[in-house]
């Protein structure tokens, strides 16, 4: 079965570093990935998505994402943090015409 | 593009009363649109899947009699919660996504309260 694996359940960050989340799947068949963005009491918002072409791919709001093949990874980084980027990060993964399969989650906190 | 709005955004109710959540796409034709109910802290867990004009597929252990979707046009899906209890509270989210589109598109979120 499919599975999205998010290393860190919670990961923090001083304002202004460097943002790294990781996002592993399993799967033998390619996958279209995505990264969503949760704030608290929302729904959630698509940050950057891969479906073909370009492995690396840029999102909204300075994130960016790539996709490798090899590792079967699509880690989510961001060069610096901002405290508005605070929030929960969702990794997921579907094929074609499936379901969506959502990582664990992984909540981020910036500090000041 | 690619709005999903949710009505209401908050409701509290009394047990065994039910409980309409609505799920609109504004700016696409939503030929699918799915249900989660999201926990404190967890991730989301799919409830069903449902295609416009067609019957919902709801997920194992997921009770189709107590949690009635209807998804009767292309920009509208309900979610029924039926004699509403305690534990049915919880965050329901919808999303939906089109033909051909591999991106779902999520609603803001209903937050309901059963008392």
């Known amino acids: 079965a499919q599975s999205v694996t998010q290393l860190g359940s919670h990961v923090s960050v001083s304002e202004g570093a460097l943002v790294l989340l990781r996002c592993n799947y399993s799967?033998?068949?390619?996958?279209?990935l995505f990264w969503y963005v949760q704030y608290p009491n929302q729904g959630l918002q698509l940050l950057l998505k891969?479906?073909?072409?370009?492995?690396l791919v840029k999102g909204i709001n300075g994130f960016e994402a790539e996709f490798k093949k090899s590792e079967t990874s699509f880690h989510l980084t961001k060069p610096s943090a901002h405290m508005s980027d605070a929030a929960e990060y969702f990794c997921a993964v579907t094929y074609q015409g499936g379901k969506l399969i959502f990582g664990q989650g992984t909540e981020l906190s910036v500090k000041p | 593009g690619a709005v999903v709005s949710q009505h209401p955004s908050w409701v509290i109710c009394k047990s065994g009363t039910s409980v309409k959540i609505e799920c609109r796409s504004l700016?696409?034709?939503?030929?699918?649109m799915f249900w989660y109910r999201q926990f404190p802290k967890q991730s989301l867990m799919l409830m069903a899947t449902?295609?416009?004009?067609?019957?919902?597929?709801?997920e194992q252990g997921v009770e189709k009699d107590k949690f009635l979707i209807n998804h009767a046009s292309l920009t509208l899906s309900t979610l029924t919660v039926t004699s509403a209890h305690p534990e049915d509270s919880s965050f329901y989210i919808c999303?939906?996504?089109?033909?051909?589109?591999?991106?779902?598109?999520f609603g803001p979120g209903t937050r309901l309260l059963v008392l």
């Open positions: 700016d696409f034709q939503a030929t699918t």
């Open positions: 449902s295609n416009e004009g067609s019957k919902a597929t709801y």
């Open positions: 999303s939906a996504r089109d033909r051909g589109i591999e991106t779902q598109y």
């Open positions: 799967s033998s068949v390619p996958p279209y």
């Open positions: 891969y479906t073909t072409g370009a492995t």
